[in-house]
């Protein structure tokens, strides 16, 4: 896999993962979540963690890997 295909793969798992976030945020303000008890609360975080799982480490990856080809760049 080239680099631009991999750095596209990332910025959209990247995407993803904020989307995945601002979910979680969104049901855990809803009325139906408040219905559903601890299942929502349970529902809402599993939203924001996988979320948070997604995004921190693929914007860490893509920082090393643009830093990497700055470094090349300007040598």
Do not use: Q, W
Request: a positive charge; hydrophobic letters at 50%.
């Amino acid at each position: 896999m080239s680099d631009t295909m991999l750095i596209r793969v990332l910025k959209i798992t990247m995407f993803i993962g904020i989307t995945l976030i601002l979910l979680g945020v969104y049901l855990h303000n809803s009325r139906y979540m408040e219905t559903l008890g601890v299942k929502g609360i349970l529902v809402s975080a599993g939203c924001v963690a996988v979320g948070m799982a997604l995004s921190l480490p693929t914007k860490m990856y893509l920082t090393f890997v643009l830093m990497k080809r700055e470094n090349e760049h300007s040598s």
